[in-house]
């Protein structure tokens, strides 16, 4: 039902696709894991059930489609856009470790920060032990993090990180998911060899692309509530709805 939604939207502006836009979409997907085609349709399409046309058509032509549709309907990036896109990728960026705390452990998280705000190895201990799996293998250590945020990057991590100096560690953070304790390590000088103006026209497609990634889900919304799909099952024999057991005597 939904790549048909999009599929009508998309049919009523009398636009097309071509076989190679589709494979040129395929290509992009498989550069950003690092993959040929070959090596996507042997090990990453069996687990999704489906041959590399398949995935073509279920996948990669509906978002194409959106994007188009999205594209269409964006005001053009601005030069602050790319200014902030610029200074997110080449400016300076703070080297941290993160701990993080699910919901439920609140009173687990307090005390826990009583102990690792003033000392390094409680810190460094915890970060190891710390219940996110992902973090705790790599010491609560994540990629730098940029003083200026990017489109999409402007989350509680990054509130907490961009305000750091080095080896200052922020207050508890009450997230949407739980709580996180962020600490600076190093800043790391913006880097001077890169050009505004020389990069400007490679930072473009990244900008789109974000801001796609934005709106695309608003968009898509859009077009279902445009679209008021209705749901209608038929079966051709009618069936009697069984009649519960009766509760066992005690």
């Known amino acids: 039902m939904n790549t048909q939604i999009i599929a009508h939207a998309f049919g009523r502006r009398d636009w097309g696709i071509t076989g190679d836009d589709v494979l040129a979409a395929l290509d992009e997907d498989c550069k950003s894991l690092g ?9 990453v399409l069996p687990r999704h059930g489906k ?29 602050a856009e790319l200014r902030r896109a610029f200074d997110a990728k080449y400016g300076e ?18 005390g826990a920060y009583e102990r690792i705000h003033e000392n390094e190895n409680e810190f ?17 250590r994540v990629l730098p993090i940029s003083r200026t945020p990017t ?46 103006e020389a ?10 692309n974000a801001r796609l990634e934005k709106e695309i889900p608003k968009l898509f919304d859009e077009l279902k509530r445009e679209a ?5 099952l038929a079966f051709t024999d009618a069936m009697v709805l069984p009649k519960p057991l009766p509760a066992p005597k005690k």
């Open 51 to 79: 041959t590399l046309d398949e995935w073509a058509e279920d996948v990669v032509v509906p978002r194409l489609m959106l994007a188009r549709l999205c594209q269409a309907k964006m005001p053009p990036i601005t030069e």
């Open 124 to 140: 460094s201990d915890y970060a190891r032990r710390q219940s996110e799996p992902a973090l705790a293998s790599n010491g609560g």
């Open 151 to 196: 489109i999409n990057g402007d989350n509680a991590t990054h509130r907490a990180a961009v305000k750091l100096k080095a080896g200052e560690i922020s207050p508890l953070i009450k997230t949407e998911t739980g709580f996180i304790v962020v600490k600076c390590d190093r800043v790391i000088p913006a880097d001077k060899s890169k050009s505004f």
């Open 228 to 232: 008021k799909p209705k749901f209608h």
């Open 199 to 208: 990069e400007k026209p490679m930072l473009l497609p990244e900008v789109v």
């Open 35 to 43: 993959m040929t085609r070959t090596q996507f349709a042997k090990d």
């Open 93 to 110: 960026k703070v080297s941290c470790r993160v701990i993080t705390w699910t919901k439920d452990k609140g009173t687990e998280a307090q």
